[in-house]
């Protein structure tokens, strides 16, 4: 399996930008697509957003215009820029990594969350 370390979360007031940081190591022969995550409290795991090796990207709806993905593909690592942000975006956010290994065997990795907290 790839490791994936994130970094990034925080607390911050609302208007107030973070930007998150997700770093893939491993035996990675390719990365097909990365992403985020985030699980707010009594709610389910959401899509925040991805990007795929061609470069087409994904948003949730609560989230267009204000957060943005990014990626390094010689770093194997992908960035979420959050500006704007409100106490509803509150949650643990978890990084995503789906692809290839060099061993020909595909993965699906998880980071272990970062908290990101946004006061009113």
């Known amino acids: 399996q790839a490791h994936l370390v994130e970094s990034g979360g925080g607390l911050v007031q609302a208007g107030g930008s973070l930007r998150l940081t997700c770093v893939a190591s491993?035996?990675?022969?390719?990365?097909?697509?990365m992403g985020w995550y985030r699980r707010a409290p009594g709610k389910q795991r959401e899509l925040v957003a991805a990007?795929?090796?061609?470069?087409?990207?994904n948003y949730a709806d609560s989230v267009k215009g204000r957060f943005t993905i990014s990626k390094d593909n010689a770093k194997n690592t992908v960035y979420l820029q959050m500006n704007s942000l409100k106490p509803e975006d509150t949650a643990a956010y978890y990084c995503?990594?789906?692809?290839?290994?060099?061993?020909?065997?595909?993965?699906?990795?998880w980071g272990q969350g970062t908290q990101v907290t946004v006061s009113s």
């Open positions: 995503n990594v789906e692809g290839r290994l060099t061993s020909r065997t595909d993965f699906v990795s």
């Open positions: 990007t795929t090796s061609g470069g087409r990207t």
């Open positions: 491993g035996n990675i022969f390719s990365i097909v697509t």
